[in-house]
């Protein structure tokens, strides 16, 4: 579905990724896990468009998009939901939602989407009226979520969306992310809760000084000596 293959990446030349390559399969949770500042969100946006790489290609059902710009790979149903949520505070939940849905020409499409979001976030539908700068963080996180999901994504990129979340609050949105991946909605989740997204992910990446160090299935990489000394405290 997605293939990464040597790509490098940075900013006013200063290296960000080097020789990085993943892939994922259709209906997999994929992890990209790591400490702060070590690429992850770097290679977020390489892939949805927003970084161009200096090197390497990335191709999404075949077909080549590193060039692209951010719009058009959005219409192919690649949708990025980027770190620190972004929702607009003086906007209902409703607004902030239907704006997702810029890729949607019909507005029976719209509501349908609506529905089907709102079906997994009853608590968007509850405050669907309410200004979105008063809502919780965690509640802004989901509604990020949601909003992401009103494009109607074949893959879904998250980036970092416990940032800044308590511990309850990070178990329920791990949940919704597991109902959103049984909706047949694959996903790429980029993370520094290192132990929760592996737990969560079908296969994990291990990102260092923006390169892949370590690649597998999440429980494996769980139990890599590797992972547990750098990132479990173990």
Known sequence: MLNVSGVSA??????ALADVSLNIEQGEIVAIVGSNGTGKSTLARVISGLVKPTSGTVTF????????????IVKLGLVHV?????????????????LGAYTLSKEADTRARMEFVCSLFPL??????????????????M???GRGLMA????????EPSLGLMPKLVEELFESIRNVSSEGITILLI????????????????IQNGRIVLE??????????MVRKAYLGM
């Open 216 to 225: 597998g299935p999440g429980c494996e990489l769980i139990e890599s000596d």
């Open 143 to 145: 509604l990020a979520l």
């Open 152 to 159: 109607n994504p074949r893959l879904l990129i998250l980036d």
């Open 61 to 72: 059902g075949g077909q080549s998009i590193e060039k692209m710009p951010p719009h058009e």
């Open 124 to 141: 968007l539908e509850e405050r669907k009226n309410q200004k979105a700068g008063s809502l919780s963080g965690g509640q802004q996180q």
């Open 10 to 15: 940075g900013y006013g030349g200063v290296p």
């Open 82 to 98: 980027p770190e620190g949520r972004h929702v607009f505070g003086k906007l209902t939940v409703a607004e902030n939602l239907t």
């Open 191 to 206: 993370e520094q809760r290192v132990l929760e997204a592996l737990e969560l992910c079908n296969r994990g990446y291990v």
